[in-house]
């Protein structure tokens, strides 16, 4: 009997203690960045938390946080793809985030309209061009890329890619599906090869005369100009950047953001209130933009030199939930036309 008293109260004194000192958040992420530990590193100095976090691929850690239910020790879940933040809302998994720091950190056209998760940062999906081969006045939009005169020219990776998924989830919101499925079949027409490779070995193709223009994230000539191997740089110097659909009467460029949702039962809430204001903080979004090359959820902080050197542009102003909205939508398009 003694026994079992000092065993229950040991249980009791052990998880009131593990309740004071949560000293600590749980991330699950997708993000797959060096500048991520970077930060998480400084917010540790800075307040004492510390924070753990394990990487895999969008689907399996939104499974893992289905199955691990109210046990799940997660607090974050971060990714590069309002898309993927949206399923996580329709499957329940998160709670919204609320706190005036975050809301007047990030720029409104970027946030979630219903509260549930929130940038960091964000990427433009655009074009880049052959120095040699284009001249920069035949590109207008992504429309045009259907056009008879890039066949055997454009370069993109595989449909299976997120990146190209939002993307056409975006032209599927914009254009409707029999305009963009005419738009995909004549664009698969003009690959110059089978997709294939990611996007940093798109521009490459390019450099290597493979084709002559590509479909790229950003801020992946951004790493590829900075990288500490020539043939990057120089792969990266054969190519201008172009964003697609800046007219006064079109949308703008497709966007996504890199984003954090909460999750409905995180253990350790206020921690990771904390954590985004930091991350959305002027600090923090510095370092985000001098190491990622992407652009800042934060309106008061700049991109890298290097980015701003490509001028501003419009961006698309569709809601980002979109992304994920009509997600199968797109994947059929890219089924039914052939797009690998
Ligand atoms: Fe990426």
Not at 108 to 128: Q, S
Not at 130 to 145: M, W
Not at 270 to 279: D, F, G, Q, S
Request: charged share 25%; glycine share 6%.
């Amino acid at each position: 009997m003694r026994k079992c008293i000092i065993l229950f109260f040991s249980i009791l004194i052990f998880f009131s203690c593990d309740k004071k000192n949560s000293n600590e958040i749980n991330i699950y992420s997708k993000r797959h960045y060096q500048v991520d530990t970077e930060q998480y590193k400084n917010f540790e100095r800075l307040t004492g938390i510390k924070v753990n976090f394990i990487k895999a691929g969008d689907d399996e850690l939104l499974e893992r946080l289905k199955n691990e239910g109210k046990n799940s020790p997660a607090d974050l879940y971060v990714t590069v793809d309002a898309g993927k933040l949206q399923k996580g809302v329709e499957m329940g998994l998160f709670q919204q985030i609320k706190s005036d720091i975050i809301d007047n950190n990030v720029s409104n056209d970027l946030k979630d309209i219903n509260g549930y998760w929130i940038p960091i940062t964000y990427r433009a999906r655009l074009l880049v061009y052959s120095n040699d081969r284009v001249n920069p006045s035949e590109l207008s939009t992504y429309e045009n890329l259907s056009d008879a005169k890039w066949k055997g020219r454009i370069l993109v990776r595989s449909s299976s890619n997120a990146y190209n998924q939002a993307l056409m989830s975006s032209l599927y919101a914009n254009l409707g599906e029999k305009a963009v499925t005419e738009w995909s079949s004549k664009v698969v027409s003009n690959f110059a090869r089978d997709p294939k490779g990611n996007d940093r070995d798109q521009v490459k193709a390019i450099a290597a005369g493979q084709g002559d223009i590509a479909i790229v994230n950003s801020y992946y000539i951004g790493l590829l100009l900075s990288s500490e191997k020539q043939a990057d740089v120089d792969a990266a110097n054969s190519v201008s950047v172009f964003f697609p659909n800046q007219g006064d009467d079109e949308r703008g460029a497709h966007i996504n953001i890199s984003g954090f949702a909460m999750t409905k039962n995180a253990p350790n809430k206020e921690n990771a209130i904390k954590l985004l204001e930091y991350l959305t903080g002027e600090e923090a979004q510095n370092t985000y933009m001098n190491n990622s090359y992407e652009y800042p959820a934060n309106p008061r902080v700049k991109p890298s030199k290097i980015v701003q050197s490509w001028g501003e542009f419009k961006r698309d102003s569709l809601d980002l939930n979109a992304l994920g909205l009509f997600r199968e939508e797109a994947i059929k398009v890219f089924d039914n036309t052939g797009w690998k």
